[in-house]
């Protein structure tokens, strides 16, 4: 490609990757780790793909140093991995196990010593079993352990570590573990899903009081929120279903992040199926809002909503049925069913940037899951249709850097083929292929790719 058509980014771009905990780690009874919600659902019948778990997975744990070698062969400048809280406090109060501790202390080493900026989620979706056993993200008393774990860890890694994340995707732990069931704790009941919401943002806000508390520099949470689009534009009740869907994925989290409190609209939409007053007490609303320094966002594909009485709602979005009907994906889809659309992305930033204007962002997930279904001479993955994904996706942030939007960084998911959750191991997003046999890591196309752009910061 000529220097002329090269799409360059801003210098400091961050580039990486990201994982998460028990979607790599294995190692499950190591060191004093306690259950965690996700040890008990993946063994419950039924609700993962053949009964896979995280037992093993890609066996991180103890190849963690391996793994920290192949970041820095590809280039990588950060890399995002969060902390399993079982590991910290087996039972998700009291003392912590130190054990657990060092073994984020010697991974972050690790990626320090190859000058690899680590960027700590704390929370992606491992709850400690016994504090499910006490209702989870239902209890009130979750988030303040929450912070009283954000700090312990903050106190062992702080004097390191400069970026500090809370949450990945509350949307997904209260909606898809509380709402329909379909992620751990595996419950069912809208309720519960919207009382998670606020527990999880409360405990964001007390954990980001704790870690400014205790110095942290940069502090954020990452979100999931839907780039939502009408079938018809010139529909008024898609519109009213786009508002409906932007309000529980979207508004109901960003709002009260940026201090305008919970919408009135969402709230009312909540209050038909559990009242706000039973979880939302005074001066909460303010705890939430206390300013965070980057917001990170996972996208992966559009959602495409028609409004329509007879509509089937989507049982990921509470109290959507008779309203909502959520339209299956017109174009390319990748092995997940999901929409490849990077102008998604685009429109996402865009709007993002003008809606909550003055937050830093990330995009800390994009990425497909693709079939290994060819190899090229090398013998590794010849992934093609990840290449266009994530070469489309990085044509459409560049365009948004460009627009203006305050855009620091891209982290690809995922460095690994990993625990995909309810999906188990048959889907893979990795740009590094893991043979689960043998652990063997081998980089597909896309990784030598990713490292072509990441040396040349563009494409
Ligand atoms: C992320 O979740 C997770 O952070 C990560 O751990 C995971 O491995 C990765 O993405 C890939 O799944 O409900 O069918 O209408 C993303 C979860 C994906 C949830 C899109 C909402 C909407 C599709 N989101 N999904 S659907």
Redesign the pocket.
């Known amino acids: 490609m000529s220097a002329s058509s090269e799409l360059r980014f801003p210098d400091n771009f961050v580039w990486g990757a990201a994982t998460?905990s028990y979607?790599i780690e294995g190692a499950a009874r190591d060191d004093g780790r306690g259950p965690s919600i996700w040890d008990t659902f993946s063994r419950t019948p039924g609700k993962v793909f053949a009964g896979h778990t995280g037992d093993v997975a890609c066996d991180h744990y103890h190849r963690y140093a391996d793994d920290v070698a192949l970041m820095a062969e590809l280039g990588l400048k950060a890399y995002r991995f969060s902390i399993a809280w079982p590991r910290i406090q087996p039972d998700g109060t009291g003392p912590v196990e130190p054990r657990g501790l060092d073994f984020y202390d010697r991974l972050t080493d690790a990626l320090l010593g190859r000058g690899i900026d680590p960027i700590v989620t704390l929370y992606?979706?491992d709850l400690p079993q016994a504090l499910e056993d006490r209702g989870g993200w239902t209890n009130r008393e979750t988030a303040e352990h929450f912070a009283t774990y954000a700090a312990a860890v903050h106190g062992r890694l702080g004097d390191r570590i400069r970026t500090w994340t809370t949450l990945?995707?509350p949307?997904?732990s209260a909606y898809?573990g509380y709402g329909n069931g379909v992620h751990a704790p595996g419950v069912s009941d809208p309720g519960a899903a919207f009382t998670a919401v606020h527990h999880l943002m409360l405990g964001h806000g007390l954990a980001v009081r704790a870690l400014r508390a205790g110095g942290a520099e940069v502090v954020g949470i990452?979100l999931?929120p839907a780039e939502v689009q009408p079938a018809d534009r010139d529909s008024a009740a898609d519109a009213a279903a786009v508002r409906l869907v932007d309000g529980l994925q979207n508004r109901i989290f960003l709002d009260p992040l940026t201090g305008a409190g919970y919408p009135a609209d969402v709230l009312e939409h909540v209050s038909r199926m559990v009242d706000p007053a039973t979880f939302l007490r005074d001066g909460d609303e303010k705890l939430i809002a206390a300013p965070i320094d980057l917001l990170g966002i996972?996208y992966?594909?559009p959602?495409y909503v028609a409004g329509r009485p007879d509509g089937a709602g989507?049982s990921?979005w509470p109290g959507t049925e008779g309203a909502v009907q959520?339209l299956p994906a017109a174009g390319p889809v990748s092995d997940?069913?999901?929409a490849i659309e990077p102008a998604g992305l685009g429109r996402l930033l865009d709007r993002l940037a003008a809606d909550y204007p003055g937050l830093p962002l990330m995009i800390t997930?994009n990425?497909g899951?693709f079939p290994d279904r060819t190899t090229d001479s090398a013998g590794r993955v010849a992934d093609a249709d990840r290449i266009a994904y994530l070469d489309g996706h990085l044509r459409a942030v560049h365009a948004a850097i460009g627009r203006g939007v305050d855009l620091r960084g891209y982290l690809v998911?995922?460095l690994l083929d990993?625990y995909?959750?309810a999906e188990g191991y048959r889907?893979r997003?990795g740009i590094v292929h893991v043979d689960y046999l043998t652990q063997r890591r081998t980089p597909k196309a896309s990784a030598r790719w990713y490292q072509e752009v990441i040396s040349r910061n563009g494409l």
Do not use: D, I
Request: aromatic share 26%; net charge negative; hydrophobic share 40%.
């Open positions: 998460a979607q992606h979706w990945n995707e949307w997904c898809l990452t999931n996972n992966y594909a959602t989507g990921a959520f997940m069913g999901w997930e990425g899951a998911w995922s990993n995909e959750w889907k997003f």
